[in-house]
């Protein structure tokens, strides 16, 4: 079955930097575009950043743009999220996503999260 587990969370200060994963299995990963989300508490969980099937292309959300970049290695079933000069704004639970489409019916698998707390 589809699994994507994430790490690299943790507490930085703002400024910091930090690298998040996420590994897949149970699909053919180099044929599914991949996706970042993120839920803050209170707050929808939001889009931040999507990379195609092959790597050659990524959509980050505006929020992030300049300072996040998402990528992935099909050798490895990784996608990644670098994350620089991250704001307290950032904190967040980070989430893997990926969407099936089935006819006409969306099915998105979720990782189980990552904590990002940014703070001095």
């Known amino acids: 079955q589809v699994q994507l587990v994430e790490s690299g969370g943790g507490l930085v200060q703002p400024g910091g930097s930090l690298r998040l994963s996420c590994a897949a299995s149970?699909?053919?990963?180099?044929?599914?575009?991949m996706n970042w989300y993120r839920q803050a508490p209170g707050k929808e969980r939001e889009l931040v950043a999507t990379?195609?099937?092959?790597?050659?292309?990524?959509n980050h959300a505006d929020s992030v743009k300049g300072r996040f970049i998402a990528s992935r290695d099909n050798a490895k079933n990784t996608v990644y999220l670098q994350m620089n000069s991250l704001k307290p704004e950032d904190t967040a639970m980070y989430y893997c996503?990926?969407?099936?489409?089935?006819?006409?019916?969306?099915?998105?698998?979720w990782g189980q999260g990552t904590q990002v707390t940014v703070s001095s």
């Open positions: 996503n990926v969407q099936f489409v089935v006819l006409t019916r969306k099915y998105d698998y």
């Open positions: 990379v195609t099937s092959t790597g050659d292309s990524t």
């Open positions: 149970g699909f053919f990963f180099s044929t599914k575009a």
